[in-house]
C-alpha cells in the first residue's frame, strides 16, 4: 500500500526561528494536505495543494507540492509559541482515501 | 456553520463491554471516515463511508464496525473492548467520497480499564 515518510520526527526551536518539514511518498499523489493538531484536540486543515510545483501560503505557513508528485514541504516562518502541537501531512490519489504520514511534533521555547 | 460534532468527547469503559461513538458531519457533507490515534501514534485509518455504503476499510478486527445513515451521521462500535482500545477517535468529513478536503471533529477521547 501507500506509504508516507514525514520527517523529522520532532523539532525542538527557538520563537522567531523558521522551521521546515517534509513528507516522502513511495506513490504519486494528486493531492496534498497540511494538518496542524493541538494537544487532545482533532487535527485541522492548512493548507490543501492540488497541482504539481504549486506554491500556497497561509500566514505564515508555506507549502509546496513536489514537482515529482511524490513530495510536499510545510515552512513555517518566524515562529510563535502558538505553532507548537503535531503537524500531519496527508496525500491522495484519484478515488482513494487520504494516507497520513507520522507526524512532526514541533516545541517552540519562547 | 457547524463543524464536525463528535459525542461523546470523553468515555471510560471497562475491558469486555462495547461502546458506540457518534459523528455529525459538516452540513451538506455526505463522506465520513473514522481514524484512531493512540499516544505518539499516527492516524490509523478505520474505515470510510459515502451514502451509507464503507468504501474502504482499515486494517482493525472485525470488533470494530461502523455504519451511516441517510442524514449522513456515523456511528462506529467498538465490541469487546480491549485495554489496547484506549486511543483518540476521530471522525472527518468530506463533500464526497471524491473530495480530498477532509476536516476533523474534536474526537472522542476512550480509556478502557
Known sequence: GQQLNQSPQSMFIQEGEDVSMNCTSSSIFNTWLWYKQDPGEGPVLLIALYKAGELTSNGRLTAQFGITRKDSFLNISASIPSDVGIYFCAGQTSGSRLTFGEGTQLTVNP | ?113
Open chain 2, 1 to 113: 456553520k457547524a463543524g464536525v460534532t463528535q459525542t461523546p468527547r470523553y468515555l471510560i469503559k471497562t475491558r469486555g463491554q462495547q461502546v458506540t461513538l457518534s459523528c455529525s458531519p459538516i452540513s451538506g457533507h455526505r463522506s465520513v471516515s473514522w481514524y484512531q490515534q493512540t499516544p505518539g501514534q499516527g492516524l490509523q485509518f478505520l474505515f470510510e463511508y459515502f451514502s451509507e455504503t464503507q468504501r474502504n476499510k482499515g486494517n482493525f478486527p472485525g470488533r470494530f464496525s461502523g455504519r451511516q445513515f441517510s442524514n449522513s451521521r456515523s456511528e462506529m462500535n467498538v465490541s469487546t473492548l480491549e485495554l489496547g482500545d484506549s486511543a483518540l477517535y476521530l471522525c472527518a468529513s468530506s463533500l464526497d467520497h471524491t473530495n480530498t478536503e477532509a476536516f476533523f471533529g474534536q474526537g472522542t477521547r476512550l480509556t478502557v480499564v
